[in-house]
């Protein structure tokens, strides 16, 4: 069954950058995109600021974000939601999961999942699996771990993730997993999740006790976000989010995921990639009123 819509008014939208790098052209289209859905519905757009990645984040960056979106136009409302201040809300969140047993410790590093995926592509003879984002799907090497002897290593200080058992997760929800994304007019269509593609996801990280993939999903709870507007590149990801979501009782916005710009050779703009940030785009003399023009907002 497909979840009912969010009820709640006015609707509650978010733009949820991360401070670890200046903000380019596709950030600029993501805020516009998020800001011109909330006007349509009369709406609330918040800021969260999405920083658990304590190594890459930097207080100027959120500094340079900030200073960015003010001089593009977004304003927000409430309060700013910076997510390196609440760890303790997705501890909580973890617990519960862990306590009902749908958590594990994993001490494999990147390097060693890869060998066993690897080799249990060999084994098989079938392609090696990957996820969405193209990384290799964890071959479960520490699920079946005996519990005394993975509380020893952790005891000892051994570095490890926490991951999802995702069969056991699906379980205890049930496989019906749907969500609803809108379109600018207000229509909703539902989509089927497919959680099975990701396997068993990290929930807490070995340096932060919460992953990417938590602490969106218990945020835009806590924050009463109805509409989430986010790029397509984090379109497959909601697979994963719904079935926290219904792990942990929490409504599931709807969602509506724009196209991505693209570089001169077809590639997503990306921090990592060096594209031109809107702060370099200033410094050569160009407006924000440009930037709204050119990329549709005009
Ligand atoms: N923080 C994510 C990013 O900068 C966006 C999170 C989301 O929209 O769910 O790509």
Redesign the pocket.
Known sequence: MPPSPPTSEPPVL?????PNGRLHLG?AL?ALTNERLARAMGGRLLL?I?DIDRARCTPAFEQGLRDDLEWLGVFFAGEVRRQSEHFGDYRVALEGLRRRGLVYPCFCSRQEVRAAASARAQETGEAWAVDPDGAPLYPGCCRGLDAGLAEGRIASGAPHVLRLDLERALAAVGEDLAYGVFDASGGVTYVVAQPRRWGDVVLARKDVPTS?HLS?VVD?ALQGVTH????R??EA?TDI?VLLQRLLGLPTPLYHFHDLLADAEGRKLAKSRGSRSLADLRAEGVTAAQIRHDLGFG
């Open positions: 978010r733009f949820a950058p991360s950030h993501s969260r999405e990417y969106v835009d989430v507007v986010r790029g590149d984090l990801a989010h």
